[in-house]
Each structure stands twice: as C-alpha cells, then as structure tokens.
C-alpha cells in the first residue's frame, strides 16, 4: 500500500445541529492530523460562526476542490453557499438543504476518486418511502458489532419482511465485511430470533437461514432470545450479531456502546462511516457536545481502509498456474512452468 496519508472526507451534517462542534473539536488534537488529511465538505462562513459561538481553537483552510488540500491542514472545501443563517438548535429547511448540497458535492468527488473514505456528520433522516437496500447497516464499538436485516419498518411490517433469503444474504455481506473490511479470518455469527419465545419465523425462516449459512462455509449459529443473548453478554463470544430490526439492534448497542459508536454501509464498494447520534438540536450551540463519536467514526474509516488494502493485495496478484495445457498430435502435453525447484519432495529423515 502507498505511503501517503488517507484523505478523509468529511460532510459537516444540519448546519444548526452540532456537525461542526463535533468536527472541528475532533482536529483539536494535532496527533489527529498525523492519522489523516481532512477534507469538510461545508461552509467556511457557517464553520467560523460555529467556532466563534464555542470557543474552538481549531483552524482550517479554505479550498475551492479537493484535489486542492493539504497535509497536515484542516482543510475546508466550500461546498455551499455561504448566505446559510445559523441558529443554532432550530431545524430548518435551509439548514437541511445544506446538508444535502454537501453530501452531494462528495459523492461527486468520490466518484471521481478524490479522496479514500467518507465520515458523515449527522442529518436527520429523509423522510418519505423506505427503498429496499442490498447494503447492510452496521453498528460497531469494541464490544459488539450488529447488523440489521431490516431497517426503518414499523413493528407490525418486519415479520412479512423477514425472509430466508434476505437473511442469508445479509449473513453473507456480514460474513465478507467482517474478513476484508475488520480483517477477522473466519468470523463467527450469531443470528437473533425475532420473538422472545420460539414461534413459526423461528421455525420456519430463520433456522434454514442459519442452516444455508453453515452449508456455505460461514459460521452461523442461533436463532437466539435477544433478551437472554443481551443480558447474559452472549454478543462476546461471536465476531458479529445479526439483528432482525432496528430497535432489536439499536437498544442494546447503545448501552453497550455509549458514547463511542459508530454506524457504516457494509456491501458497497465505498467506504462510508457516520457517527451513532444524530443532529441534537438540544444542545446545539451550547458547546457541551462529545465529539467522541465522530473521532471514533474517522478511526473505523481508516482501519477499514487499511484493512481492505491489505486483504484485496494478494488477490490483485494471484500465483500464476503451475503448468498450462497444450495438444500435440492429438494428444494432452503438460509443459511445467520453470518453478520445479520450489515444490521440491523433502528430504528423508
């Protein structure tokens, strides 16, 4: 892998929510610019409003494209308009729509390869119909990481929308993401039931789904009782937790987690992280909040990175064949490559 530092993008999220705190206090720490070179997509007007309103030392430099920063700089590519008005705490439609412009402005730029991984600030989530996703949504601390099998349902749709099929496939970007993307060679999973007590989705869906994973090579086990799974600390003993739907995941990551996790797109070729809160328009503005979080959401985009370098390398460059096929006369000839001398037969003892 080049010897160069990864660039990191960085959305600055609902510019009256507390995006720009977290951001600009994560940089407040010099050894953060020895990981990474940041990249805030954002508004150098609304980040120094921000800054001035808290009392954050940290400083940045204005660029105009991303093929323009630094190393060793905080540097702010201008992505929005800069009229946006600041008021803190107060979601508006302004302050979403620059949230939008910025997210856009790198996905632009990383089609264009521009930078290596992409840390998210939070937005509030987009309303309207929920579009069905090949993706897998993990949550991730260092205790535990979760993946959903369904997400944004109401309770009384996630039983229809549970399938074996969807479940395998979910167990098997899991099961890749955890080898290339956490480097664990042969993760073990555990599956959640749906119901506190065994019933016809446990029988009749998970459990095949859990047998199809095993047949393929993956370690599957369960379905498990989430209550007992959680509260006996189960999660310990597995690599990773496959939850059924959202709140099955999300309650018991969060006390697990606290303040320290983090959310990411397993399955896609981009490399996307966000920290595990969103906007908190409660406290915007006040300088109270823990940028824990989002630092911990650029550390799980760098090791990823790394960890995919280091597990695409070898297949970049596979062994070449030991022998090729070619007739003569009608007849198979092998002809050896000129590698004899490495498979030599040991000597006897």
């Not at 264009?112 to 991730?140: F, I, N, Q, S, W």
């Not at 983090?262 to 490399?271: D, E, P, Q, R």
């Amino acid at each position: 892998m080049e010897d160069r530092k990864i660039r990191v993008a960085i959305t600055h999220g609902d510019t009256n929510g507390i995006g720009y705190e977290v951001i600009l206090k994560a940089f407040e720490d010099p050894e953060m610019l020895e990981l990474c070179t940041p990249i805030i997509y954002g508004s150098p007007k609304v980040a120094t409003a921000h800054r001035k309103a808290m009392g954050i030392e940290t400083q940045f430099s204005v660029i105009n494209s991303a093929e323009n920063a630094k190393d060793n700089k905080v540097n702010l590519l201008a992505a929005v308009p800069d009229e946006i008005e600041v008021k803190f705490g107060q979601p508006t439609e302004e302050s979403a729509e620059a949230a939008r412009k910025a997210m856009a402005k790198a996905k632009e730029d990383l089609q264009k390869g521009l930078y290596d991984v992409l840390v998210t600030a939070p937005v509030v989530p987009a309303g309207g119909p929920v579009r069905e996703e090949k993706a897998l949504t993990m949550m991730v601390c260092e205790h535990v990481r979760i993946g959903l099998v369904t997400t944004h349902l109401p309770i009384k749709d996630v039983a229809e929308a549970i399938t074996t099929e969807k479940i395998v496939d979910k167990g098997r970007i899991f099961h890749t993401s955890l080898r290339r993307d956490f480097r664990i060679s042969n993760p073990r999973l555990a599956i959640l039931a749906l119901n506190p007590q065994m019933g016809n989705e446990e029988e009749q869906v998970i459990k095949p789904a859990v047998d199809e994973l095993e047949k393929s090579g993956i370690q599957a086990f369960g379905p498990y009782p989430a209550d007992t799974f959680f509260g006996d600390a189960l999660y310990l003993d597995f690599d990773g937790v496959l939850a059924m739907y959202d709140d099955q995941g999300t309650v018991p990551f969060r006390s697990i987690a606290q303040e320290y996790g983090v959310k990411l797109k397993a399955g896609i070729s981009a490399i996307v992280v966000t920290p595990d809160h969103g906007p908190a328009f409660d406290i915007a503005g006040k300088g109270v909040a823990d940028e824990q979080s989002l630092r911990h959401a650029i550390y799980t985009a760098i090791d990823m990175y790394r960890h995919r370098a280091e597990y695409d390398e070898p297949l970049a460059n596979p062994l070449p064949k030991l022998y090729h096929e070619k007739r003569e006369d009608g007849e198979k000839a092998r002809f050896a490559i000129k590698a004899k001398d490495q498979f030599k037969t040991p000597p006897e003892k």
